[in-house]
């Protein structure tokens, strides 16, 4: 029986394979535009750069994964998108700098940190990884190679933030990282937080060890297990390093050895009082020094100190702000703001060993280079790694796009721009950390935003100027609980309702001037996660961050606005149906599908298809369950499926369901973006330009473009523009080998934005989407065999376009410009006649759009409008420009001809002039070629060849009124209509003007070619003639 | 019985996919465009197509001579500019921006341009010729996983081939190519494979970052003139 149910197995196994699968190269040329922004940029972990060229860096991120630059910043480019975006540390091998080492999981452990999986290598400079391994580690805080032998390699591993685990420590390899073995293991509680080695003797090593545990309302960095090491037999024994260092506990110790004179060592220690220890003796004895706040702020958080390659007196401390000394760490002076701010909280530093002048620096708002030493700094605005909690969209043509980002703020900025969308087009609108921003459906001058622990703003998008409109405590209640990332959310299915939570849950129809409190507490209330005054350990630390027992993600019926879910950090999931009367808690019965309890619920999504459906995922990663919960109830929560997938990866955040395909749904996780065609049976990563491992915090749809946009932690907003074929794609459609889609009409235009304007000068710049909705068609594989084109026809069956295809797998797009084809203009001359690449604007009407595969052919209708709305533009108007526009496109195809014939006669007489024997024939052909050349420099610019010499003949004439009348959406003028009937004039006298040399020469020259045997005679006419 | 037997299929397949050396996928790929005995007869490759850029049409001819020269012109309105390789010497000469003379390659370029006047493509007898491969395992080419194999070449250049599983034919290279100091990368990705009458199978499309290479003639072991690699 078990052999024959094995049998069947493998029997439907095969079945399955021999389907199309759907996944994400089903979405083919959908493909996501990364909007960015690199205005503010996001955190920066590690950078690390080539000693040997001093131009090549690696900039590891938080959430955004390690991006290159070759130039020395100018530009960078992402290297590592199939893998985890979460970086703690790299390292380059100084002797061979395309050996590169990533170690994933960053070590900055607030609240929103991200976890790791492995240690990567790259032998080849970033183009191609592999995992080593130390997945289990989820931080690795720093990588460092011994600079003699660059086998031996250093792995500092904090460890696991939220549990216990034996997977911590510090980690040695021997053979340049195929296998580790853990030299330094303190406890289960305590990993390693820094290491370092003598660069003169390099079996010298120190490391730190760092006991630091979070939990979801509180965090303790500081304990038994924290302490400071030395070993000099390249670490098979450590001894403690105690001498003149504070009275343990110590929490976590970030140090440096000087490089050029190891013997000198700083650290800064954080204990009872924490503060800044210089050794001159190796570590054997210590000294305090007074330092500035800044030197010792926030130890958990700011565990960088760097010295100077060359310079042991020069110590970098960067902190929340930036410190520098010049006396061995004696007294530090602050960066100053010169030249621009530099964004607070700092994590990486690179100098460049070879000009200790520049340096390198990584902020939680971006990088930043320093050519004197530390003092001022420039931003690098070209790394889109903000790291967006939520996304928001309004309805403007183009739509805008807000959100909030980590230590960022709040902003807005367009889904598309004339040249676009670049840096400065974004807008901030709010300080502080920034969440939830929404704009006001009814109201486009107005918009709220939000800074951690619920400080609600409404702000005027006109002047940025804000009200403060935070519910505030009533008699009676108790002390409000905001969460950091408090949910502030529109209504769905009135659009006039604006909620946000506490632990109770408001609701304002006025813009937040007036709340009403519409649900008792819906937490747990549990007292014990309440006591965040005792958070940080040795320093204390209570920004909001660890707040607990809060509403954290709210969500109205599309359907019902009287339907109202809300779901909290510690477990609960409620609603009501009567507009807040009475509540429901529902989280005993997911728990029954095996959703543990206390669990976030992070996001909420009633079906907009059926009222008793909803979808909610749940987070368990603060527990130390990385699990990814997604559930669905389909009778108002009472029982729950909880749905899972092979594929999925990641604690869940977001769970979006289409507005339009039921069944097509999305899931945003720690590590990916996930989708399903079949209401959630099976499910595929999403890549199509998205990294496969993204953070995932939001997706939004657009209800008018179709455009799926997503909120990354660490890569910023990416849309993928127009998701329409996909909710039309079937399983069955998808079974077939090509699929034409349907076109919708296209109102004819030249786009949505003119060429106008300058080049960018710099920064991040995200391309638009198709301003003129593309043809789409589907391949169930990609064609490598046998042509794919597009041919289009008009009304009256005549071929106007032929563009040549998209091949691949999944959903093609072919621009069509709407245009004919542009003229043949006079060839030749010395400059391209940019006519040539310009055509007429087709008229409205049915056109036929035939897509041809190989040998089949599918055809489809294509509807042209006119867009009878524009008053500038009318059809009438149309019509006049069309007339003119392809008066002028004969005007050239005719003056071509007349070219053609000139170099079809000059190249003949070139080729016999010094063949021909009879002088007066050859003396014939000189003056018969001049009179040509004098012909043929009437027609085009035949001299001047450069740039800067505007010369002006016939087709660089027609080429003026050409182009402007062809590329404009209006009428041609009256003078543009009547200079193109002189020019009919001017064209016609050319062709005159060809026909009377051709006249007085030709006759007698081919004559006389034909005599000496140069030229055969005409076809059909005898030999001997 | 049955079950076993499947089951020794299964794993016996799951070994050839993952037990596949740059060798096998190479010899696969050449026997999948003709064979290399078909290939090794080609001794001048003459092929003639359009570049549409937006809307224009600019032609393009590429000729290689095995082992004497490769040429490429490119003609557009009439203005036709051109770059040439021979053993002792290579040319570049491009009008459309305002270049009047053709400009010499510097000894670098022209001794890492060698390798292009192998009229029978780089992978056949690669070992021989001085090229090394190497797999670097499989990645994605537009929603079909493929072989990413690294070729370096005997002249220095190096390209990194996508070779799909299925077919064995190349749907992408990557070619760093310098310029002004700097490293470029270049992607052409492969289509519309087409058997020619000498029994060997090019691509007759070639997609490039700004626009695709149709060639509509190719024509092998034609006459081409060493006087065709003259500037």
């Known amino acids: 029986m078990k052999s024959f149910i094995s049998s069947l197995l493998i029997f439907f196994t095969c079945v399955s394979y021999s389907q199309t699968t759907i996944n994400s190269s089903t979405f083919g040329m959908m493909e996501a535009r990364w909007l960015g922004p690199g205005t503010m940029s996001g955190r920066i972990t590690a950078i690390e750069g080539v000693a040997q060229d001093g131009k090549t860096l690696y900039v590891g991120t938080a959430g955004g994964g390690i991006w290159k630059s070759t130039n020395a910043g100018a530009s960078f480019k992402p290297i590592f998108d199939k893998y985890c975006q979460s970086i703690g540390a790299i390292a380059i091998d100084p002797q061979n700098p395309k050996v ?98 003598d660069p003169n003797h390099p079996d010298t090593v120190y490391a730190s060890s760092w006991e630091f545990r979070r939990k979801p309302y509180s965090f303790n960095s500081g304990g038994n297990g924290s302490g400071f090491w030395k070993s000099t037999d390249g670490g098979k024994t450590w001894k403690e390093i105690k001498n003149g260092l504070p009275v343990k506990p110590f929490g976590r110790i970030a140090f440096a050895v000087a490089p050029s004179a190891p013997q000198n060592v700083v650290a800064v220690v954080e204990a009872a009082e924490t503060g800044l220890y210089i050794s001159a003796d190796g570590g054997e004895n210590w000294k305090k020094q007074s330092a500035t706040f800044n030197v010792v702020s926030r130890p958990f958080y700011f565990a960088t100190i760097v010295i100077d390659p060359k310079d042991p007196k020069r110590v970098y401390r960067p902190a929340l702000s930036f410190s520098y000394s010049n006396d061995g760490g004696y007294s530090f002076a602050d960066a100053t703001n010169d030249g621009g701010w530099v964004h607070s909280d700092h994590h990486a530093l690179w100098i460049n060993p070879n000009n200790t002048n520049q340096l390198y620096l990584g902020t939680d708002g971006g990088v930043y280079i320093s050519l004197d030493r530390g003092a001022t700094w420039n931003f690098v605005p070209c790394l889109p790694v903000g790291q967006f909690y939520h996304v928001a969209l309004d309805d403007r043509k183009p739509y805008n796009i807000y959100g909030g980002l980590q230590d960022n703020g709040s902003w807005t900025g367009p889904s598309a721009a004339a040249g676009g969308v670049t840096n400065g087009m974004w807008k901030a609108i709010n300080g502080g950390d920034g969440f939830w921003v929404q704009p006001d459906p009814n109201d486009i001058y107005t918009a709220y935003a939000e800074s951690q622990g619920g400080n609600i703003n409404r702000i005027n998008l006109v002047n940025n100027k804000a009200v403060v409109i935070k519910p505030q405590q009533a008699p009676g209640e108790e002390k409000l609980r905001w969460n950091w990332n408090t949910p502030l959310v529109f209504g769905a299915a009135n659009k006039k309702n604006l909620y946000a939570g506490s632990q109770y849950l408001y609701k304002s129809t006025d813009q937040g001037r007036n709340w009403l409190r519409i649900a008792p507490d819906l937490t747990t209330n549990d007292k014990k996660k309440q006591e965040q005054e005792n958070s940080g350990g040795l320093s204390a630390d209570n920004t909001s961050a660890e707040n607990h027992c809060t509403i954290f993600t709210i969500a109205e019926s599309p359907l019902d606005e009287k339907m109202i879910w809300a779901g909290t950090d510690d477990g609960n999931l409620q609603y009501t149906a009567d507009g807040g009367k009475t509540w429901v808690n529902v989280s005993a019965n997911y728990a029954r599908a095996g959703i543990p309890a206390q669990t976030w619920v992070s996001s909420i999504e009633p079906s907009r298809f059926d009222k008793k459906r909803v979808y909610a995922t749940f987070d368990n990663h603060m527990y130390g369950d990385h699990k990814t919960y997604l559930g669905r109830s389909d009778d108002m929560g009472k029982t729950w499926t909880l749905i899972s997938s092979a594929e999925f990866t990641g604690f869940a955040h977001k769970i979006k369901e289409d507005l339009v395909n039921k069944d097509l749904l999305f899931l945003g996780t720690e590590m990916g973006l996930f989708a399903t065609l079949d209401g959630g049976r099976n499910w595929f990563r999403m890549k199509n330009k998205i990294p496969e491992y993204a953070l995932v915090r939001d997706i939004q749809i657009h209800p008018r473009t179709h455009d799926l946009v997503i909120a990354t932690h660490g890569r910023g907003i990416l849309i993928v523009d127009d998701i329409s074929p996909i909710r039309r794609l079937t399983k069955e459609m998808a079974e077939k080998n090509v699929v034409l889609f349907p076109n919708e009409p296209i109102t004819l235009t030249t786009g949505q934005f003119g060429n106008g304007g300058f080049p960018v000068t710099g920064g991040w710049v995200a391309p638009n989407p198709p301003s003129i909705s593309p043809i789409k068609y589907y391949l169930k594989e990609r064609a490598s065999m046998g042509e794919v084109k597009v041919d289009i026809y008009d009304p009256e069956g005549r071929l106007v376009q032929s563009i040549p295809g998209g091949k691949r797998k999944g959903v093609n797009m072919v621009e069509w410009n709407l245009c004919m084809k542009p003229p043949k203009v006079a060839s030749g001359g010395t400059k391209i006649d940019f006519s040539g690449f310009l055509a007429p604007m087709v008229l409205p009407g049915e056109y036929t759009v035939k897509l041809k595969v190989g040998d089949s052919v599918y055809t489809s209708r294509l509807k042209l409008v006119h867009d009878a709305a524009d008053k500038n533009f009318t059809l009438e108007d149309r019509k006049k420009q069309y007339k003119t526009a392809t008066d002028l496109y004969k005007l050239h195809e005719q003056l071509a001809d007349v070219v053609d014939t000139i170099n079809a006669r000059q190249k003949l007489i070139k080729e016999n002039l010094t063949k021909v024997q009879d002088s007066v024939l050859k003396k014939k052909m000189e003056q018969y070629h001049d009179e040509l050349e004098k012909l043929r420099g009437e027609c085009l610019a035949t001299k001047q060849k450069s740039v800067f010499a505007d010369e002006k003949k016939l087709r660089e004439e027609i080429t003026e009124v050409y182009g402007g009348v062809t590329g404009q959406e209006a009428a041609p003028s009256n003078l543009q209509v009547q200079r193109t009937t002189v020019l009919q004039q001017e064209v016609k006298k050319k062709e005159e003007a060809q026909k009377q040399v051709l006249k007085k020469y030709d006759g007698e020259v081919m004559t006389g070619l034909r005599k000496e045997g140069l030229v055969k005679p005409p076809p059909g006419e005898k030999k001997g003639f | ?206 997609t490039l970052p700004f626009g695709e290479l149709i060639l509509s003639k190719i024509t092998i072991n034609g006459d081409v003139d060493e006087t065709a690699f003259k500037k």
Request: proline fraction near 3%; include cysteine; charge should be negative.
């Open chain 1, 100 to 197: 590169i080492y990533a170690g994933t999981g960053e070590s900055n452990m607030r609240n929103t940190v991200s976890i790791g999986d492995g240690l990567y290598k790259s032998n080849d400079a970033g183009d191609n990884w592999v995992k080593l391994g130390l997945e289990k580690t989820e931080h690795i805080a720093k990588i460092v190679i011994n600079p003699v032998n660059t086998n031996i390699i250093y792995v500092a591993a904090p460890g696991p933030l939220w549990n216990s685990s034996k997977e911590r420590g510090l980690y040695k390899s021997t053979d340049s990282g195929k296998t580790f073995e853990k030299i330094l293991f303190v406890s289960e509680d305590a990993g390693c937080a820094d290491v370092s080695v």
């Open chain 2, 1 to 206: 019985m049955k079950r076993i037997l499947f089951a020794f299929l299964f794993i016996a397949a799951a070994t050839a996919v993952f037990g596949q050396t740059a060798d096998e996928i190479i010899n696969k790929h050449i026997e999948a465009i003709g064979g290399a005995e078909a290939w090794k007869k080609v001794n001048s490759v003459k092929m003639e197509g359009t570049i549409q850029v937006q809307g224009a049409e600019l032609a393009v001819t590429i000729t290689v001579l095995n082992g004497k020269g490769a040429r490429q012109d490119l003609s557009i309105m009439g203005m036709t500019g051109y770059q040439i390789v021979t053993p002792a010497e290579g040319w570049n000469y491009m009008p459309f921006q305002g270049q009047t003379t053709p400009e010499a390659m510097t000894a670098e370029d022209l001794a890492e341009s060698q390798d292009d006047l192998d009229a029978q493509g780089n992978l056949i007898d690669y070992a021989a010729k001085g090229h090394t491969v190497e797999l670097l395992g499989k990645d994605d080419v537009e929603g079909t996983e493929c072989y990413k194999l690294k070729i370096t070449k005997k002249g220095g250049k190096s390209e990194t081939i996508y070779v799909d599983p299925k077919s064995h034919l190349i749907l992408r290279s990557v070619e760093i190519r310098k310029a002004n100091g700097q490293e470029i990368e270049v992607a052409t990705n492969y289509s519309n494979y087409e058997k020619l009458p000498e029994g060997i199978i090019v691509p007759k499309s070639m």
